[in-house]
T-cell receptor, first 114, second 110 residues
Framework: SAVISQKPSRDICQRGTSLTIQCQVD?????MFWYRQQPGQSLTLIAT?????????ESGFVIDKFPISRPNLTFSTLTVSNMSPEDSSIYLC???????????FGSGTRLTVV | QKEVEQDPGPLSVPEGAIVSLNCTYSNSAFQYFMWYRQYSRKGPELLMYTYSSGNKEDGRFTAQVDKSSKYISLFIRDSQPSDSATYLCAMRTSYDKVIFGPGTSLSVIP
């Protein structure tokens, strides 16, 4: 299965600023996803990162707040814009090769907004 | 009603016990079912991946799917302290959108 590297692993940011999280996969994958995991909670899908086209956002998440790029089949970024303390969470990148081998996750980015 | 429900625990068992973790779901379109293990401060790690109803075994882990009842289970035999983690069930339709359960926290006591 694919190996995912995510960075930064953690960051503390000032409110009103933006942070870009990078996700690098060691092989080409068909699907890439971004999740948020709030403290003590399960994973919530933010969006599907589509290669060569705009990301597909889930209800409650918008492109202006969480712009996503996916320039090729191995890389994606998620930006958390105009941050507030409510954005403090773990952000996780996930990928699938689409061959029924399941979905792999990165180790996550632990974001604290102060 | 949430799409995927899971008893959050915490569940505490003695070492060597058989652990049963369960999820129920409401969307009959789910076809692919997964179990993830997540250690504290780590990303989820895929344990089991199954399609449709039936059982799948991998070492000490057995995943069971009953689509007629919309119920899935993960059994852990001979549980070890290293199995202490949060276990997340997950499922998807054929369109690749994965929905996660809330997770069950498991502690295996030596």
């Amino acid at each position: 299965s694919a190996v995912i590297s995510q960075k930064p692993s953690r960051d503390i940011c000032q409110r009103g600023t933006s942070l870009t999280i990078q996700c690098q996969v060691d092989s080409q994958v068909t699907m890439m996803f971004w999740y948020r995991q709030q403290p003590g909670q399960s994973l919530t899908l933010i969006a599907t990162a589509n290669q060569g086209s705009e990301a597909t956002y889930e209800s409650g998440f918008v492109i202006d707040k969480f712009p996503i790029s996916r320039p090729n089949l191995t890389f994606s970024t998620l930006t958390v814009s105009n941050m507030s303390p409510e954005d403090s969470s773990i952000y996780l990148c996930s990928a699938s090769t689409g061959d029924h081998q399941g979905y792999t996750f990165g180790s996550g980015t632990r974001l604290t907004v102060v | 009603q949430k799409e995927v429900e899971q008893d959050p625990g915490p569940l505490s068992v003695p070492e060597g016990a058989i652990v049963s973790l369960n999820c129920t779901y409401s969307n009959s379109a789910f076809q692919y079912f997964m179990w993830y293990r997540q250690y504290s401060r780590k990303g989820p790690e895929l344990l089991m991946y199954t399609y449709s109803s039936g059982n799948k075994e991998d070492g000490r882990f057995t995943a069971q799917v009953d689509k007629s009842s919309k119920y899935i289970s993960l059994f852990i035999r001979d549980s070890q302290p290293s199995d202490s983690a949060t276990y997340l069930c997950a499922m998807r339709t054929s369109y690749d959108k994965v929905i996660f359960g809330p997770g069950t926290s498991l502690s295996v006591i030596p």
